[in-house]
Protein backbone atom coordinates (compact mmCIF):
# COMPACT_ATOMS: atom_id res chain seq x y z
CA UNK A 1 0.00 0.00 0.00
CA UNK A 2 3.07 2.62 0.83
CA UNK A 3 4.17 1.80 -2.69
CA UNK A 4 0.73 3.11 -4.53
CA UNK A 5 0.73 6.03 -2.11
CA UNK A 6 4.91 6.45 -3.28
CA UNK A 7 3.94 6.42 -7.47
CA UNK A 8 0.57 7.91 -6.86
CA UNK A 9 1.71 11.91 -7.18
CA UNK A 10 3.60 11.49 -10.29
CA UNK A 11 0.99 9.41 -12.01
CA UNK A 12 -1.45 11.67 -10.95
CA UNK A 13 0.56 14.37 -12.81
CA UNK A 14 0.33 12.65 -15.83
CA UNK A 15 -2.90 11.93 -15.51
CA UNK A 16 -3.16 15.81 -15.09
CA UNK A 17 -1.54 16.25 -18.51
CA UNK A 18 -3.36 13.74 -20.42
CA UNK A 19 -6.63 15.30 -19.17
CA UNK A 20 -5.10 18.81 -20.23
CA UNK A 21 -4.51 17.32 -23.74
CA UNK A 22 -7.76 15.67 -23.60
CA UNK A 23 -9.99 19.07 -23.06
CA UNK A 24 -8.49 21.00 -25.43
CA UNK A 25 -8.46 18.61 -28.18
CA UNK A 26 -12.06 18.45 -27.08
CA UNK A 27 -13.03 22.22 -27.08
CA UNK A 28 -11.00 22.68 -30.40
CA UNK A 29 -12.30 19.79 -32.34
CA UNK A 30 -16.06 19.64 -32.30
CA UNK A 31 -16.38 23.12 -33.16
CA UNK A 32 -13.94 22.78 -36.08
CA UNK A 33 -15.74 19.22 -36.76
CA UNK A 34 -19.19 21.11 -36.81
CA UNK A 35 -17.89 24.02 -38.54
CA UNK A 36 -16.24 21.52 -42.03
CA UNK A 37 -19.62 19.64 -41.93
CA UNK A 38 -21.77 23.17 -42.66
CA UNK A 39 -18.84 24.37 -45.18
CA UNK A 40 -20.15 20.70 -46.59
CA UNK A 41 -23.41 22.26 -47.24
CA UNK A 42 -22.34 25.35 -49.43
CA UNK A 43 -22.42 24.26 -52.85
CA UNK A 44 -19.19 25.17 -54.65
CA UNK A 45 -17.51 22.16 -55.74
CA UNK A 46 -13.72 23.18 -54.75
CA UNK A 47 -14.33 23.70 -51.08
CA UNK A 48 -16.16 20.59 -51.29
CA UNK A 49 -13.33 18.87 -52.85
CA UNK A 50 -10.39 20.19 -50.77
CA UNK A 51 -12.71 19.20 -47.83
CA UNK A 52 -13.22 15.79 -48.78
CA UNK A 53 -9.05 15.43 -49.43
CA UNK A 54 -8.64 16.84 -45.39
CA UNK A 55 -11.31 13.94 -44.28
CA UNK A 56 -9.68 11.39 -46.47
CA UNK A 57 -6.17 12.34 -45.29
CA UNK A 58 -7.20 12.21 -41.45
CA UNK A 59 -9.24 9.28 -41.97
CA UNK A 60 -7.16 7.23 -43.88
CA UNK A 61 -3.94 7.58 -42.02
CA UNK A 62 -2.56 6.72 -38.52
CA UNK A 63 -3.25 9.04 -35.82
CA UNK A 64 0.58 8.07 -34.62
CA UNK A 65 1.97 8.97 -38.46
CA UNK A 66 0.25 12.62 -37.96
CA UNK A 67 1.81 13.33 -34.72
CA UNK A 68 5.31 11.88 -35.70
CA UNK A 69 4.96 14.02 -39.01
CA UNK A 70 3.81 17.25 -37.25
CA UNK A 71 6.31 16.83 -35.02
CA UNK A 72 9.56 15.43 -36.97
CA UNK A 73 8.80 16.12 -40.27
CA UNK A 74 7.58 19.60 -40.35
CA UNK A 75 10.76 21.49 -38.24
CA UNK A 76 12.65 20.31 -41.77
CA UNK A 77 10.53 22.87 -43.69
CA UNK A 78 11.02 25.49 -40.79
CA UNK A 79 7.88 24.92 -38.77
CA UNK A 80 8.28 23.68 -35.18
CA UNK A 81 6.32 23.06 -32.64
CA UNK A 82 6.65 22.24 -28.76
CA UNK A 83 5.71 18.43 -27.91
CA UNK A 84 1.85 19.36 -26.54
CA UNK A 85 1.01 22.02 -29.21
CA UNK A 86 1.97 19.58 -32.17
CA UNK A 87 -0.38 16.77 -29.85
CA UNK A 88 -3.07 19.36 -29.51
CA UNK A 89 -2.88 20.72 -33.88
CA UNK A 90 -2.63 16.69 -34.44
CA UNK A 91 -5.48 15.12 -32.46
CA UNK A 92 -7.49 18.42 -32.68
CA UNK A 93 -6.85 17.93 -37.00
CA UNK A 94 -7.80 14.07 -36.48
CA UNK A 95 -10.32 14.10 -34.59
CA UNK A 96 -12.27 16.76 -36.36
CA UNK A 97 -12.29 14.99 -39.60
CA UNK A 98 -14.44 12.28 -37.73
CA UNK A 99 -16.63 14.66 -35.82
CA UNK A 100 -17.39 16.62 -39.66
CA UNK A 101 -18.62 13.56 -40.58
CA UNK A 102 -20.60 12.62 -37.77
CA UNK A 103 -22.56 16.01 -37.77
CA UNK A 104 -22.38 15.86 -42.31
CA UNK A 105 -24.41 12.56 -41.69
CA UNK A 106 -27.16 14.52 -38.63
CA UNK A 107 -27.36 17.54 -40.97
CA UNK A 108 -28.29 15.28 -43.88
CA UNK A 109 -31.46 13.97 -41.56
CA UNK A 110 -33.02 17.28 -41.41
CA UNK A 111 -35.83 17.63 -43.56
CA UNK A 112 -35.41 20.70 -46.51
CA UNK A 113 -38.92 21.83 -45.43
CA UNK A 114 -37.40 23.36 -41.87
CA UNK A 115 -34.59 25.85 -44.11
CA UNK A 116 -37.43 26.46 -45.80
CA UNK A 117 -39.79 27.61 -42.81
CA UNK A 118 -36.78 29.27 -41.32
CA UNK A 119 -36.36 31.66 -44.68
CA UNK A 120 -40.51 32.06 -44.40
CA UNK A 121 -39.95 33.31 -40.74
CA UNK A 122 -37.39 35.79 -42.09
CA UNK A 123 -34.27 33.52 -40.01
CA UNK A 124 -31.20 34.53 -41.36
CA UNK A 125 -28.66 31.67 -42.05
CA UNK A 126 -26.88 31.99 -38.53
CA UNK A 127 -29.79 31.80 -36.98
CA UNK A 128 -31.07 29.05 -39.00
CA UNK A 129 -28.52 26.89 -37.76
CA UNK A 130 -28.21 27.73 -34.09
CA UNK A 131 -31.58 27.56 -33.10
CA UNK A 132 -33.49 25.17 -35.70
CA UNK A 133 -30.71 22.99 -37.24
CA UNK A 134 -27.92 22.72 -34.42
CA UNK A 135 -30.09 21.31 -31.77
CA UNK A 136 -31.59 18.59 -33.51
CA UNK A 137 -28.38 17.79 -35.19
CA UNK A 138 -26.94 17.58 -31.73
CA UNK A 139 -29.37 14.98 -30.01
CA UNK A 140 -29.60 12.96 -33.41
CA UNK A 141 -25.15 12.72 -33.34
CA UNK A 142 -24.57 12.34 -29.73
CA UNK A 143 -24.00 9.22 -29.15
CA UNK A 144 -21.88 8.59 -31.98
CA UNK A 145 -20.23 11.90 -30.57
CA UNK A 146 -19.50 10.17 -27.54
CA UNK A 147 -18.39 7.06 -28.90
CA UNK A 148 -15.74 9.01 -30.34
CA UNK A 149 -14.78 11.42 -27.30
CA UNK A 150 -14.41 7.97 -25.40
CA UNK A 151 -11.93 6.79 -28.04
CA UNK A 152 -10.00 10.53 -27.53
CA UNK A 153 -9.56 9.47 -24.01
CA UNK A 154 -7.75 6.49 -24.85
CA UNK A 155 -5.89 7.92 -28.08
CA UNK A 156 -4.14 10.38 -25.65
CA UNK A 157 -1.66 7.64 -24.85
CA UNK A 158 -0.33 8.31 -28.66
CA UNK A 159 1.62 11.62 -27.33
CA UNK A 160 3.98 9.14 -25.00
CA UNK A 161 5.74 8.88 -28.79
CA UNK A 162 6.31 12.62 -28.36
CA UNK A 163 7.69 12.52 -25.07
CA UNK A 164 4.84 14.00 -23.81
CA UNK A 165 5.13 13.55 -19.88
CA UNK A 166 1.29 11.81 -19.61
CA UNK A 167 -0.15 9.37 -17.55
CA UNK A 168 1.31 6.32 -19.60
CA UNK A 169 5.32 7.71 -19.39
CA UNK A 170 4.74 8.44 -16.04
CA UNK A 171 3.69 4.46 -15.49
CA UNK A 172 6.23 3.82 -17.93
CA UNK A 173 8.87 5.17 -15.94
CA UNK A 174 7.52 4.17 -12.40
CA UNK A 175 7.33 0.79 -14.11
CA UNK A 176 11.05 0.42 -15.57
CA UNK A 177 12.47 2.24 -12.55
CA UNK A 178 11.15 -0.53 -9.57
CA UNK A 179 10.88 -3.30 -11.84
CA UNK A 180 6.78 -3.58 -11.26
CA UNK A 181 3.69 -3.91 -13.27
CA UNK A 182 1.75 -2.12 -10.66
CA UNK A 183 2.54 1.10 -11.89
CA UNK A 184 0.94 0.03 -15.13
CA UNK A 185 -2.41 -1.56 -13.58
CA UNK A 186 -2.99 1.90 -12.10
CA UNK A 187 -2.86 3.97 -15.00
CA UNK A 188 -5.09 1.46 -16.28
CA UNK A 189 -7.51 1.89 -13.19
CA UNK A 190 -6.98 6.13 -13.94
CA UNK A 191 -7.97 5.25 -17.74
CA UNK A 192 -11.21 3.51 -16.70
CA UNK A 193 -12.07 6.06 -14.05
CA UNK A 194 -11.88 8.95 -17.16
CA UNK A 195 -13.94 6.72 -18.97
CA UNK A 196 -16.41 6.35 -16.79
CA UNK A 197 -16.96 9.69 -16.01
CA UNK A 198 -17.41 10.38 -20.24
CA UNK A 199 -19.80 7.66 -19.88
CA UNK A 200 -22.08 9.31 -16.69
CA UNK A 201 -21.71 12.84 -19.04
CA UNK A 202 -22.63 10.98 -21.92
CA UNK A 203 -26.17 9.57 -20.30
CA UNK A 204 -26.66 13.06 -18.74
CA UNK A 205 -26.76 15.00 -21.84
CA UNK A 206 -28.49 12.37 -23.75
CA UNK A 207 -31.30 13.26 -21.34
CA UNK A 208 -30.52 16.84 -21.49
CA UNK A 209 -31.78 16.89 -25.39
CA UNK A 210 -34.27 13.86 -25.14
CA UNK A 211 -36.21 16.69 -25.84
CA UNK A 212 -35.76 17.24 -29.25
CA UNK A 213 -37.18 13.95 -30.22
Known amino acids: MSY ?16 QVFALVLV ?47 PNVGIRFDRVPAAIIAFTLNYAAYFAEIFRGGIATIPQGQYEAAKVLKFTPLATVRYIILPQVTKIVLPSVFNEVMSLVKDTSLVYALGVSDLILA ?18 AIYLLMIGIVTIVAKKLEKKFSHYR
Open 28 to 74: FSIPLGILVAFCLQIHWKPLHYLIDVYIWIMRGTPLLLQLIFIYYVL
Open 4 to 19: LFEILPSLLNGAAMTL
Open 171 to 188: SRTAANRDASLIPMFLAG
